[in-house]
T-cell receptor, first 115, second 113 residues
Framework: EADIYQTPRYLVIGTGKKITLECSQT?????MYWYQQDPGMELHLIHY???????EKGDLSSESTVSRIRTEHFPLTLESARPSHTSQYLC??????????????FGPGTRLTVL | DAKTTQPNSMESNEEEPVHLPCNHS???????IHWYRQLPSQGPEYVIHGLTSNVNNRMASLAIAEDRKSSTLILHRATLRDAAVYYCILGGAGGTSYGKLTFGQGTILTVHP
């Protein structure tokens, strides 16, 4: 079992609200990632971090922001939610191990609906 | 990034072997081949990875063609719990791509009782 947690699992919220999706892992992994996945569609990387105080934009542009103040915690924030942000958000982490070792462990996801 | 091509869907019967193909004709010498799967309503989970030689683990086997332009994920005895979307991903080594995975559409595997 992967020790990576996401809260909330489901969130329904009105347009214009500020939201923070939580992601925590207890495996001591340096690398953490956020993916966005619409129903039946591909996962797209939106943010990643290689360690504390390191954050980078992913392959898909996103209006969300992330922070990495602690190794185990990688929250994602939307300052003003819109219906276009409705999606599933998946958090993942991996070891900073050997050069090609990048097995990622995924959390259960947060399904966000913005009305 | 080098791309992979997988069939959109495949079907199998329970307790039969399943061979899931993946083509990656533009694979580079440093690319590992990774397989993940995503069960319904869950996040993806790692299945197996390899570079040149065939690999076995408790979940599956990975057969890699000699020219590395294709690979096959083998589930030896499919169970209903194996019904999922299977992703074949090339993982680069080093540079800005290190650690990042690019998921494609994957193959939807349906397992019949």
């Amino acid at each position: 079992e992967a020790d990576i947690y996401q809260t909330p699992r489901y969130l329904v919220i009105g347009t214009g609200k500020k939201i923070t999706l939580e992601c925590s892992q207890t495996m001591g992994h340096d690398k953490m990632y956020w993916y966005q996945q619409d129903p039946g569609m591909e996962l797209h990387l939106i943010h990643y971090s290689y360690g504390v105080n390191s954050t980078e934009k992913g392959d898909l542009s996103s209006e969300s922001t992330v922070s990495r103040i602690r190794t185990e915690h990688f929250p994602l924030t939307l300052e003003s939610a819109r219906p276009s942000h409705t999606s599933q958000y998946l958090c993942a982490s991996s070891l900073a191990g050997t050069v090609a070792y990048n097995e990622q462990f995924f959390g259960p996801g947060t399904r966000l609906t913005v009305l | 990034d080098a791309k992979t091509t997988q069939p959109n869907s495949m079907e199998s019967n329970e307790e039969e072997p399943v061979h899931l193909p993946c083509n990656h004709s533009t694979i580079s010498g440093t690319d590992y081949i990774h397989w993940y799967r995503q069960l319904p309503s869950q996040g993806p989970e790692y299945v197996i990875h390899g570079l040149t030689s065939n690999v076995n683990n408790r979940m599956a086997s990975l057969a890699i063609a000699e020219d590395r332009k294709s690979s096959t994920l083998i589930l030896h005895r499919a169970t209903l719990r194996d019904a999922a979307v299977y992703y074949c991903i090339l993982g680069g080594a080093g540079g800005t791509s290190y650690g990042k995975l690019t998921f494609g559409q994957g193959t939807i595997l349906t397992v019949h009782p």
